[in-house]
């Protein structure tokens, strides 16, 4: 068992240009969630998916954020004409499913905006 | 405001002490999860509690749900055992995502 799969693990980027992160759950988990980490708000909850479906995307910016999960075994989540405040470590968990199941974290995407 | 409040944010440990980390809710906490963040950045599970205690080697865990707050007891720390701690609640029923809280940073020297 690989564990949960983000890449890339850092990337640098351009004021304006688009980034996009993968992340891989674990094997036979059916509730993948997106988190941002940084200093000054912590550990912020994005959005979460259960069998493929959003079930909640509360945390979402409305603008220039979205994410996908095409299929069981990825989920995607793209950030439009990035600014400097998204800067910040994206955190990627899978677990069983969203009911009373252990939280499993990738290691994250560092995702710096210049 | 802060759903999930974490006490204390930072703490120095020599080897060997024990201590405790608390969060207090302003949530109907049905569940708590707590997490160590070590210093590359990956996040590992340490409990996953429902009201109730649970052990796993020097550390302990209890929950209490009619009280709202859960604590996390380190017994004879170890160097290993510094980083950052974090606990997350699930709010009600029905399977919404975790709340985390700010993170209890715990030092551990020889």
């Known amino acids: 068992n690989a564990g949960v799969i983000q890449t890339p693990r850092h990337k640098v980027t351009g004021k304006g240009q688009e980034a996009t992160l993968w992340c891989e759950p674990i094997s036979g988990h059916s509730a993948v969630f997106w988190y941002r980490q940084t200093i000054v708000q912590g550990l912020e909850f994005l959005t979460y998916?259960?069998?493929?479906?959003?079930?909640?995307d509360s945390g979402m910016p409305k603008e220039r954020f979205s994410a996908q999960m095409p299929n069981q075994s990825h989920s995607t989540l793209k950030i439009q004409s990035t600014q400097p405040q998204d800067s910040a470590v994206y955190l990627c968990?899978?677990?069983?499913?969203?009911?009373?199941?252990?939280?499993?974290f990738g290691e994250g995407s560092r995702l710096i905006v210049v | 405001g802060d759903k999930v409040k974490q006490s204390p944010s930072a703490l120095s440990l020599q080897e060997g002490t024990n201590s405790a980390l608390r969060c207090n809710f302003s949530i109907a906490a049905t569940t708590v999860q707590w997490f160590l963040q070590n210093p590359r950045g990956s996040l590992m599970n340490l409990f996953y509690?429902?009201?109730g205690t649970k052990e796993n080697g020097r550390l302990k865990s209890a929950f209490d749900s009619k009280e709202s707050y859960s604590t996390l007891h380190i017994r004879d720390a170890q160097l290993e055992d510094s980083g950052t701690y974090f606990c997350?609640?699930?709010?009600?029923?029905?399977?919404?995502?975790?709340?985390f809280g700010t993170g209890t940073t715990v030092s551990v020297s020889p």
């Open positions: 998916f259960r069998n493929q479906a959003p079930i909640d």
């Open positions: 997350a609640a699930e709010e009600g029923q029905g399977g919404r995502a975790l709340i």
């Open positions: 968990a899978s677990s069983l499913d969203n009911s009373g199941n252990t939280l499993y």
């Open positions: 509690l429902v009201p």
